[in-house]
């Protein structure tokens, strides 16, 4: 990473976002938190970003490729798609009954 570049707003809202995980993980207070987030948002480069979380530790990655998005798209459309049987179902039925 060459820490001249120029940082852009996903860079600063990546760190912000790994920010708030150290504060819920109980590695920051809400003070320091609350002056690293400001300090983000006045940061020029990658390495100014950089310096707020190097006293910290690296993240843990998620596992796989573990996808809860596409894990919960999934879920959506097996529950849409029994929906859909079930009103096909109903449907056949009141015809039959009819």
Do not use: K
């Not at 809202?13 to 708030?20: A, K, P, S, T, Y």
């Not at 459309?77 to 079930?86: I, N």
Request: charged fraction near 25%; aromatic fraction near 4%.
């Amino acid at each position: 990473m060459d820490v001249e570049l120029r940082a852009s707003d996903d860079d600063r809202n990546r760190v912000v976002d790994e920010l708030h995980q150290h504060t819920a993980a109980g590695r920051l207070t809400l003070d320091e938190f609350s002056d690293r987030a400001g300090a983000v948002w006045t940061a020029r480069t990658l390495g100014d970003l950089a310096s707020l979380t190097r006293d910290l530790p690296p993240l843990p990655r998620p596992a796989g490729n573990a996808d809860p998005v596409g894990h919960g798209r999934r879920e959506l459309l097996m529950v849409f798609a029994a929906a859909a049987l079930t009103l096909l179902l109903l449907g056949g039925f009141l015809a039959v009954t009819r």
